[in-house]
Nanobody
Framework: QVQLVESGGGLVQAGDSLRLSCAAS????????MAWVRQAPGKEREFVAT????????DYADSVKGRFTISRDNAKNTVYLQMNSLQPDDTAVYYC??????????????????WGQGTQVTVSS
């Protein structure tokens, strides 16, 4: 089992950037495919980005492609989400998620077994 703790959220203006971090503990971090998922007020959780165990492959929701970058540092047991050109529609609680292994469906919230507590990102216009 792995424990996940997000940080780095905050209040920014449209066009600004933020970097979220997710620190993992409790098990071999490099065993897990990692993802970021967000939930806006009144909406369901939405897949944002994912990265394979070795960091070589990533995928993104269409709504964030070209603006967000997911990365990981297995030596530091941390996954990151660099968010550029933020817009008010990006306002949400951002969650870090993990699941063992790379194979299989990965672009839905049901694909992940472990979740952090979330960090709030608010983008003002």
């Amino acid at each position: 089992q792995v424990q996940l703790v997000e940080s780095g959220g905050g209040l920014v203006q449209a066009g600004d950037s933020l970097r979220l971090s997710c620190a993992a503990s409790g098990h071999t971090f490099s065993s897990y495919r990692m993802a970021w998922v967000r939930q806006a007020p009144g909406k369901e959780r939405e897949f944002v980005a994912t990265i394979t165990r070795d960091g070589d492959n990533t995928d993104y929701a269409d709504s964030v492609k070209g603006r967000f970058t997911i990365s990981r540092d297995n030596a530091k047991n941390t996954v990151y989400l660099q968010m550029n050109s933020l817009q008010p529609d990006d306002t949400a609680v951002y969650y870090c998620a993990a699941r063992p292994g790379d194979n299989g469906w990965y672009s839905g919230t049901g694909a992940y077994n472990y979740w952090g507590q979330g960090t709030q990102v608010t983008v003002s216009s």
